[in-house]
């Protein structure tokens, strides 16, 4: 009988991932051609690829309050590849992704023997870092005034927006997948085990610090992907990319849609834009941030597994 | 280098330094007793320099008589801090106090935006104008009454700590909760008022920062909270002496190593600026420590 329900309910989240992809496939050819629509979604997909990449690292215990480092990084090294280099911009994304997961496994190095709050401390710092680094090496990078960047696709091809939609959805659908698998893999369940009691982990023979670093370069690589896909969509770069901001937001996707879950980041990031793009519309500004702060304060309290875990709670009452 | 201008440099890092171990003191304090990290420290020393702002341009008294008033009512906000938020999640686990905190960032950040607008805020101070010369050495007399006022804060935080029942309480609770309860200790009521004076003491920072001449607007404490981060961690959690000798090197250091470094390089006839870098010196200590220590420098009695 158990296992029956464990099987029903299996099948009704790939029915539900399965449903909203459809739908996802759909949106243009229902609302056509909508410029501020597709840009929007395209900022979504973007941000679903990149906290999907940082709750990957949650699932090590491992939060990094930094991860704009890797944001950023792939974003400029995309750029420049693919201006000096005449690069297409979707060859150059992977060499962002790729050197952004190089910058990890040298990050991870020194993080992962830290406890929680001094490699959130330390993941921070890198992120001023590389925001130091990269305003100061302006001859390469602009300086504060940054650098255009090749548009994925050129704006000169009619309905540029919708083919670039289509890419950035298969994309994200392609890591979403490898990211499922990863945690379906001998690595995610040793990531779990090692969250969950690392000297335990460690008795029971699995590489702690192999998966840890693992899990800091297949992080970065995927977080420096959703930076670079970012850079090419706006069609330049600033020093802005390593803000504050850019670090906290799969945070706080992944916290409102729920950490450790695949569905989480997913839902968090779609569920947060609605209401900041609702928000937008009634010309609010500071408000809408006072609200992510009330809303992340109270999920943490009142719902701290996320907006996945409430049909569990709701089955349970 | 002009021997004069080191020491007007040493003295600019004590008393960045003192911002730091006063913000650093408070984390500590907190820490010991509820074990809890508040990442929105820097947002109270916001609210502290606001307060201190908003008593000076509306009651337009000495502003260093506001410090006390400032710490009182940022007492009050850390009161229903613990209450409403770290109370409910203390024992869940270190990643959500941090996610906690974030969400207190964007909460006090962007209110103090919204009610006070992004402007920046300062007070005139009557000493602005006053300076002590030393020989041909000028120091700021705000400077001066900074340093002296953190000196009288410590002592009086260290006596309050080990002379009086409270702050022997409060030492029992952090040093061992259970059996501070046994002892009939409300450790609850620890918890309260580490929490009080934790942001009492961010309060004394900010507004000691805004009074001699900073600037105060609603981003200004996330830098410094970061930088107070760091000085536990590299002074040691829990450990007072460890904080305040963290605290001066790092202020030290971040007004001395990009000079050093200019001159360094300067050595092989490049001419370059390093104070861009002084930000993240906090950072690059703070990384080394760790990376030669990953439990800190006095470690293991921490968690």
Known sequence: MKLD??????????????????????????????????????????????????????????????????????GYVSAIIASSL???????????????????????????????????????GFAIIAHTITTELSWLTGGWDGLPAKRLIPITITNYIMYEYYIMLLIAVAVIVIIYLITKSRMGLALEAIRENELEAKVMGIGVTKYKLMAFAISAFFTGIAGALEVHHFGYITPEIYGMDISFWPIIYSISGGLFTIGGPILGTIVITFIWEV??????????????GVILVLIVIFLPKGLVSIPEKIKSR | MDLSVLIQILVWGLYAGCIYILLAIGLNLIFGVMKVVNFAHGELLMLGAY?????????????????????????????????????????????????????????????????????SRSIHSPYSDVSVSIGSIQLPMDYIIIIAFTVVFLIAFQLFMKRTTLGRAMRATSQNREAAVLMGIHVERMDMLSFAMGSALAAAAGSLWVISGQIANPYMGSIPAIKAFAVIIIGGLGSIPGAIVAGL????????????????????????????????????ILIIVLVIRPTGIFGEKGE
Not at chain 1, 11 to 26: D, E, Q
Not at chain 1, 93 to 103: E, K
């Open chain 1, 279 to 292: 928000l937008r519309t009634f010309g609010l500004m500071y408000e809408r941030l006072i609200l992510i």
């Open chain 2, 51 to 119: 307060a201190a702002f908003w008593i000076y341009t509306l009651l337009g008294i000495n502003p260093y008589l506001i410090i006390a008033l400032a710490m009182v009512i940022l007492g009050i906000i850390g009161v229903f801090i613990e209450r409403l938020c770290f109370r409910p999640i203390m024992g869940t686990g270190k990643l959500n106090e941090i996610f906690l905190s974030l969400g207190l960032i964007y909460l006090f950040q962007n209110l103090a935006a919204l009610l006070w607008t992004t402007d």
């Open chain 1, 5 to 74: 329900r464990i099987n029903v309910t299996i099948n009704m989240k790939t029915g539900i991932g399965i449903i909203s992809l459809i739908l996802a496939f759909l949106i243009p050819l229902i609302f056509g051609i909508n410029q501020y629509l597709l840009t929007v979604l395209i900022i979504t997909l973007v941000f679903i690829i990149y906290s999907s990449a940082w709750n990957l690292l949650a699932l090590s215990g491992q939060a990094s309050l930094g991860h704009a480092a890797f944001f950023g990084i792939g």
């Open chain 2, 249 to 284: 090197t790092l202020g030290i250091a971040e007004n001395i190593v990009p000079l050093f470094m200019q001159s360094f390089v300067g050595l092989f006839g490049v001419s370059m600026s390093f104070t861009a870098w002084k930000d993240t010196i906090a950072f690059f």
């Open chain 1, 86 to 124: 005449g690069l297409p911009p979707i060859a150059a994304i992977l060499v962002g992704g790729l050197f952004a997961a190089f910058i990890g496994v040298l990050i991870g190095l020194t993080c992962i023997r830290m406890r929680e709050w001094f490699l959130a401390m330390v993941t921070f």
